[in-house]
């Protein structure tokens, strides 16, 4: 980022983005041939994300691709790039490991819904983060498993409760909702310290109860987790009701 034009010789600050246009919504930039990239405003709230699976099989040896796409109709702001695994450097009994970290960096633009999908099935923990250390702005990202699971995210090593509706970008710095239905789960990505999501070893089961969606309020769901609990002897504190719908009440709880 140019912060006075100097760079240039030309008055006020700006910022060279690469000659992937996608990351941005490229109209109110200017394409430089002679640089391969474009000059774009100073306050396009670009950020780098970086992610990382922590499974113990992050280091692998074949070739693993991530890809990163916005989620909007808009072909201006619309976004999709492909990204590599990292190679990892370290050294067996002197030989190069050939092992692929799954670690990823990409540049984003904040205020926008990024998608991550991954060419194999999507880690069980992963650790997510922004370089800018500011909290007035961020992203949503979405993820989505290849089977319903239970997901714990958490903030400075703290858990933070699951919402019952989506997250919004005005939400705090790692608010989390997942969907069962589609197995995605959303979270807001703020710059104020790396989020890690994780899946929880976990039975998951329905139970259909005979009154309407909206009697089954806080104080019966508490109820529904005290009595579940009771009768699969096992403490209230692990289980949780992680969808309500309608038809008499179905409830989904783990």
């Not at 240039?8 to 391969?36: L, P």
């Not at 205020?111 to 880690?123: A, L």
Request: charged share 20%.
């Amino acid at each position: 980022k140019d912060m006075d034009g100097s760079f240039v010789e030309r008055a006020g600050a700006f910022t060279i983005v690469s000659a992937n246009c996608k990351a941005m919504d490229s109209r109110s930039c200017t394409f430089q041939s002679h640089w391969n990239a474009y000059m774009c405003p100073a306050d396009l709230n670009l950020d780098l994300l970086t992610f990382e699976a922590m499974d113990m099989n992050r280091a692998r040896s074949d070739f693993q691709q991530v890809m990163l796409a916005s989620h909007s109709s808009d072909v201006f702001s619309s976004y999709y790039n492909r990204l590599s695994s990292q190679l990892d450097t370290r050294m067996i009994q002197g030989y190069n490991s050939i092992l692929r970290l799954a670690r990823y960096p990409a540049m984003v633009q904040k205020g926008r819904h990024y998608n991550v999908s991954y060419s194999i099935t999507t880690p069980r923990m992963g650790r997510f983060a922004l370089y800018d250390d500011t909290d007035s702005i961020g992203i949503i990202v979405t993820i989505q498993f290849t089977s319903s699971q239970v997901i714990e995210v958490s903030v400075y090593g703290q858990v933070v409760a699951q919402n019952e509706v989506m997250v919004s970008l005005t939400d705090p710095h790692g608010s989390n909702y997942y969907k069962v239905d589609t197995r995605e789960l959303s979270f807001v990505l703020k710059g104020t310290g790396s989020l890690v999501y994780k899946s929880l070893d976990s039975i998951l089961a329905t139970a259909v109860l005979n009154m309407s969606l909206e009697d089954f309020d806080a104080t019966r769901k508490e109820e529904f987790i005290n009595n579940m609990s009771s009768s699969l002897s096992i403490p209230s504190n692990r289980t949780r009701v992680v969808s309500v719908m309608a038809g008499s009440v179905i409830v989904d709880f783990a």
